[in-house]
């Protein structure tokens, strides 16, 4: 744009009595008007005339023939002449600029070191379908992650896998229940199907809710056999969950999941419970937080009454480890918006810690999904995932095209 703002100058130089500088030229408020404006007050003044007037004038002789380069248009407007650059000059001119930097690609770039930035997007849970509500966080955190190596950011992409939790003592006996009838290679639905079957049981059944406690415990103490189930569970989701992000194109330094944290849970709940952060509350251990501006929120638990850690345990050790690791300048979460209040009380235990850098780390929430009248549950089988909504989007394409008669030779589009 510096350039066309000489341009503008140089023409408005020759119908002036002495030469200006781009550097008088104003931008106007509402760029639907022009790109640069040449306000005609003081001149105008010297003249003894009205501003509108010289302005009509001046505008008048620009748009004389030869005035003006091909780049350029100006008109009156009110009292200032206001010059627009045409969209062919500014797009050629950008794109020339790109071509002639150091390499297409490297526009805008930024090679200087700004600074540590966490990044963490996707993170779907093993064992569960990858949703379409993970797919907004795994696009945006991405395109996120992307734009701050191109400007200059040491940028860390970690994937908050959820391979740990309650659930894998479920799954662990649901596997013991109706493991027969999963097929000999087995796909995350399988899974899902016994989860769901397991849930149905439980129902009629509710001591399995306590065989599923008894083999989380087992898990945990890293018993071979719950350990080796556990472990088919990661590797068959991995496999799956690759296979999207190799057809996305994403990418992650790391892929730590909550299980990574294990070691680090004890001590700090621990150290959480001396520094009376943590308080006991009807046999569980929880922390009383605040927003940030000092507001009270509900309690959040970090130790249930029969001792076993949680999703926000896990967060906790995850964000100090990160920080005691990377030292970062900015740590940002890509989660969907039904995760607010969880990053709330996060941040605030982390205040109450002491933990200035908390003020380096935000949520960005991605939106929530649900349905018109209900959320997404796994559970309960209601839930759309983005291989869903992929098979519909194609459907729908090739439909149509069929429809408008235009599929000669075409085929639908892979995606
Ligand atoms: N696995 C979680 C879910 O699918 C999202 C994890 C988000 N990240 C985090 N640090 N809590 O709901």
Redesign the pocket.
Known sequence: MERFARQAADALSQVLPSPVSASALDVPPDTRLGDFAFPCFRMAKEARKSPADLAKELAGKLNEPGRLPDSLTAAAVGPYVNFTATKKAAMTSLLTDILAGPGIGDYGRKPTHRGTWIM?FS???VA?PF?I??FR?TGLGACLDRVGRYRGFKMVSIN???DWGTQFGKLYVATEMYGADLPADPKIVDLVKIYVKFHEAVKDDPTLEDRARAAFKRLEQRDPIVVANWEKCIEISMKEFNALYAKLDVKFDHVWG?SFYEDKLRPLLAALKTADILVQSEGAWIANVTDEKGRELPPAIFEKSDGSTI?AT??LA??IYRHEKYDFDRMT?V??G??KL??QQ?FSVLRQMGKDWVSKCEHVPTGLYRFKDSKMSTRKGNFVTLEDVWGMAKERVAALMTERGSNAGMSAPEF
């Open positions: 963490e993170s779907p849970n569960k949703m509500y993970h966080g908050h896998v959820g909550e999703y896990r967060d995850a964000a979460y989660v969907g039904e995760q969880h990053f996060l």
